[in-house]
């Protein structure tokens, strides 16, 4: 089980919201650019952020450009999901492929600094604090395999192959 706050945005966050412009010098030193994650859409994400807490979207979060830094710098933030109405694909590719989860579910009953409980096998996510229960789609199996092992390059280099 996920448990942790829930950070609200709204709609069309794009990579460019993820990962400022300005910090794109920063490429190939990750750590650092996670320091920034966020902070076009809000200045003080990154500093508040804990391990375990959730980025909570409106329609069409990750859009623009299929940079694979954008989930991985979220990730490394610290964030274990992404809840959103609807995501970008090659943002919820990546991400999977990351290893960080993306849930496609109404996030109307979720407010900025709600306190969240996420079962990922289940599809459900409990709002602790207004107790509302949301549902989202069943993920793959396949792709609960790959978020176990923490991504596609850990769960291949531990099985091999992809068992579908």
């Given at each position: 089980?996920?448990?942790?706050k ?9 990579t ?36 375990g ?8 979060f990750?859009?623009?450009s ?5 989930p ?26 990351l290893?960080?989860?993306i849930?496609?579910?109404?996030t ?19 709002n ?5 229960v ?22 291949i ?8």
């Amino acid at each position: 089980m996920l448990k942790g706050k829930a950070f609200k945005f709204g709609d069309d966050i794009s990579t460019d919201h993820i990962i400022p412009g300005k910090y794109a010098y920063l490429r190939s030193n990750l750590p650092e650019l996670a320091k920034h994650v966020m902070e076009d859409a809000d200045p003080l994400f990154a500093s508040r952020v804990k391990p375990g807490d959730f980025i909570v979207g409106g329609n069409n979060f990750g859009l623009g450009s299929s940079r694979e830094h954008a989930p991985l710098v979220i990730k490394m933030a610290g964030v274990k999901a992404i809840l959103a109405k609807s995501v970008a694909r090659i943002f919820f590719r990546n991400a999977i492929n990351l290893g960080l989860p993306i849930l496609i579910c109404n996030t109307d009953d979720i407010a900025n600094g709600d306190q969240l409980e996420i079962e990922l096998e289940a599809g459900i996510i409990r709002n602790k604090t207004n107790g509302k229960v949301l549902t989202f789609g069943k993920i793959p199996d396949v792709m609960l395999k790959i978020l176990d092992e923490g991504g596609l390059l850990p769960y291949i280099e531990k099985h091999g192959d992809i068992k579908l």
